[in-house]
């Protein structure tokens, strides 16, 4: 199984930049496919991207579609979310999250393995 280690959060103005990185240690990186997903304060966490074990298909919530990009890197184990032209509602607690199955990533109470967490705030 592999570890997760999310980092990149911080304070941004909307419409600002982020990138989000994500570590996974474990030599079956490449078997997972890799996700993010978010919980802002009062709210049930919910799918942000997924992108497949090879990185040929991703797939994202509307809520982020052609702002939000992901992206992985199985030379290295990491992860990405590229996130562009934030608005105060991305503010969340972002987690990083690896499943054998790309389908399951959607189901936050299905997946596999979990990071820790980064806290993006966006302030107007």
């Known amino acids: 199984q592999v570890q997760l280690v999310e980092s990149g959060g911080g304070l941004v103005q909307a419409g600002g930049s982020l990138r989000l990185s994500c570590a996974a240690s474990g030599r079956s990186f490449g078997s997972y496919a890799m996700g993010w997903l978010r919980q802002a304060p009062g709210k049930e966490r919910e799918f942000v991207a997924a992108?497949?074990?090879?990185?040929?298909?991703?797939y994202y919530a509307d809520s982020v579609k052609g702002r939000f990009t992901i992206s992985r890197d199985n030379d290295n184990n990491m992860v990405y979310l590229q996130m562009n032209s934030l608005k105060y509602d991305d503010t969340a607690v972002y987690y990083c999250?690896?499943?054998?199955?790309?389908?399951?990533?959607?189901?936050?109470?299905?997946?596999?393995?979990w990071g820790q967490g980064t806290l993006v705030t966006v302030f107007t």
């Open positions: 992108i497949s074990e090879s990185g040929g298909r991703t």
């Open positions: 999250a690896a499943d054998r199955t790309f389908g399951v990533l959607r189901i936050a109470r299905s997946i596999e393995v």
